[in-house]
């Protein structure tokens, strides 16, 4: 595997869509991944207690009757975590309890979690904090799935995945929403021929701490791009307090929207467009397909996402970001990723 840095020429050039190359296969398996973590006795870590994924994830790997979790076993976790954010922090001392309930540790730093498991999900709700979070434990040579956003902005992503490379260290981010019925199928062309253009929809609840869309839009957005794949070239953004509606356009014409819902009854799902039809995408049925493609990306060390289009869709709502600052005119992702700047030579 390659050991060249992310840098802006390759950044802009040489991926199908917008440039990425951050000297890696988008299928890569890094070699560091160790046949123990294919053995019977796997131990996972949790980095944040600040969210109900810890909990849900953890009752999903820890249950002795699901095969797909076989040989690992949630056994410790550090709970922070957000400190700033109200709606999270103030979870971390209820969810401290529900997870030893559970039979899990509870340690007092990310290092003291680190010395006593073999691979980390990620799970602290503050994208802002990934980096950093990040940092220690691919120092550390552990495999880790990030929760989404992956991070608190464009440029941290993409130093994550520079630091992923030049540790070594498998890295795999995803919303579970990517997981939603008949997504791949659609994406494959498997129901309904070439997908010509998708529509989705999911709450967009707004964190002031992060870019509007990295909170909560994404769960949305990451279903858009699981039917449409990679290749946006630009993207409009029409606001309200209420409502977004986002409107990407492809390399090949094909057009994706995404509407972000504050207001009334919210839910997530979509419609896909094909050669030969029309077809619902999901429902969207919870958490567990998202927890067996990451059992298999710590075994395997291989992601089922391509880290391209992970960062091409947060290229996608950074692009969002900026046409709503400009009153809804088009911004092109180019763009945006020659702007972010950071982690980029």
């Known amino acids: 595997m390659s050991n060249s840095k992310l840098n ?26 160790s046949k123990k973590l294919q053995d019977d006795d796997v131990k996972v870590g949790i980095i944040g207690l600040d969210t109900s994924h810890s909990i849900a994830f953890t009752r999903l790997i820890n249950d002795p009757g699901d095969e797909a979790m076989k040989g690992y076993r ?9 400190r700033t954010i109200e709606s999270s922090y103030s979870r971390i001392p209820g969810y401290i309890e529900d997870i030893k309930k559970l039979g899990v540790e509870i340690v007092d730093s990310i290092q003291g979690l680190l010395n006593v498991v073999d691979v980390i999900l990620l799970e602290t709700n503050d994208g802002n904090l990934h980096l950093e979070q990040s940092l220690e434990v691919f120092k550390a040579g552990k495999p880790v799935f990030i929760d989404k956003p992956v991070a608190g902005s464009l ?5 994550i995945y ?12 995803s919303s579970s929403l990517r997981w939603s019925k008949n997504s791949y199928e659609l994406r494959n062309g498997e129901l309904i021929g070439k997908i010509l253009g998708a529509d989705t929809y999911s709450p967009a609840r707004i964190e002031p701490s992060h ?7 994404i769960h949305g957005i990451e279903s858009l791009f699981t039917v449409m794949g990679p290749g946006c070239r630009e993207v409009v953004r029409i606001y309200h307090p ?6 990407g356009t492809w390399d090949d014409g094909r057009t994706g929207t ?18 030969t039809g029309i077809h619902e995408i999901g429902p969207y049925e919870g958490y567990r397909q998202l927890v067996v493609e990451i059992i298999d990306f710590f075994k395997t060390g291989t992601s089922p996402v391509s880290f391209l289009e992970t960062i091409e869709i947060f ?9 709503k600052r400009k009153g809804g005119r088009p911004v092109e992702i180019e763009m945006v990723l020659g702007t972010a700047g950071a982690g980029i030579n």
């Open 211 to 217: 870019p509007d869309l990295f909170w909560y839009g």
């Open 162 to 173: 520079n630091n992923a490379e030049k540790y070594n260290v498998p890295v795999f981010s």
């Open 258 to 275: 995404f509407r972000g819902i504050r207001k009334g009854r919210g839910g997530y799902g979509g419609n896909a467009f094909g050669e």
């Open 242 to 247: 209420d409502t977004d509606i986002v409107v």
């Open 74 to 82: 949630v056994t410790a976790a550090y709970p922070y975590g957000s």
């Open 155 to 159: 440029e941290d992503a993409i130093a």
């Open 8 to 33: 802006r020429r390759d950044f802009l050039r040489k991926s199908a869509f917008t440039g990425i190359s951050l000297g890696l296969s988008s299928t890569a398996a890094f070699p560091s991944v």
């Open 315 to 323: 290229a996608f709502m950074e692009a969002a970001d900026e046409s």
